[in-house]
């Protein structure tokens, strides 16, 4: 720990993954092995909430180089960045803006250790992890406003925010997506809970419940 709102950590990791096709085509590699690699992060948090933040800065930088994983050649190397910027509006309400992002530094990782986004609050109106690859964006802006207090005692809230991002394995190659979502979210003594829909450019349409981690 640095100070009250930042944090640095350095670490080494080591573990088994397993791999399994469970919809398309089988792997023409097998990504199941064991994984070692170092890991640096850095974090800075001066929102007011872990949840729901009114206002606030939020900030995560990781670098992560894998020594070895299966189905890499080589050593690579992964860079990515999230920063949240919480801002207040009217007596209660907030207004949510993110920009994130990762590369590729060095090498080339396989399909599993590649940068993912698709499901709430990483493109809501796509799949889990339907889009990959060794580049990725994410920008987000949203809005957040309170609405009433429940007989328990829970704020709830109505939330709006737009998506646009995209992930491929070069910049040049971005296909970036655009989806709105509606939702409603709350905290309870589990976390907060959302309740939402998601619409796409591209005629996609989901609806998720998420209990935990929002923006």
Do not use: C, M
Not at 40 to 65: H, M, P, Q, T, V
Not at 133 to 155: E, V, W
Not at 163 to 181: P, Q, V
Request: charged share 15%; no cysteine; aromatic share 14%.
């Amino acid at each position: 720990t640095i100070n009250n709102d930042s944090e640095l950590r350095i670490g080494y990791q080591a573990g088994y993954q397993a791999t399994k096709v469970k919809v398309g085509e089988p792997f023409t590699l097998d990504f199941s092995g064991n994984y070692r690699l170092a890991r640096f992060k850095w974090s800075y948090y001066s929102a007011d909430s872990l949840s729901l933040s009114r206002k606030g800065l939020n900030i995560d930088f990781e670098s992560e180089w894998f020594l070895h994983s299966p189905g890499a050649v080589g050593n690579f190397t992964l860079a990515s960045a999230d920063i949240r910027w919480y801002t207040p509006a009217g007596t209660k309400d907030s207004i949510i803006t993110r920009i994130a992002g990762g590369t590729v530094l060095n090498g080339a990782p396989p399909l599993t250790q590649q940068f993912k986004l698709g499901g709430p609050f990483r493109l809501s109106a796509y799949s889990f992890d339907e889009f990959q690859g060794n580049q990725y964006l994410l920008a987000t802006l949203g809005y957040l406003k309170f609405l009433r207090r429940s007989s328990t005692g829970l704020d709830v809230y109505s939330g709006i925010w737009l998506e646009h991002g995209g992930a491929a394995n070069s910049w040049s190659k971005l296909d970036l997506k655009t989806d709105l979502s509606l939702a409603l979210l709350s905290r309870t003594i589990l976390g907060p809970i959302t309740v939402g829909t998601s619409f796409s450019a591209d005629s996609n349409a989901t609806f998720f419940v998420v209990l935990g981690h929002l923006f």
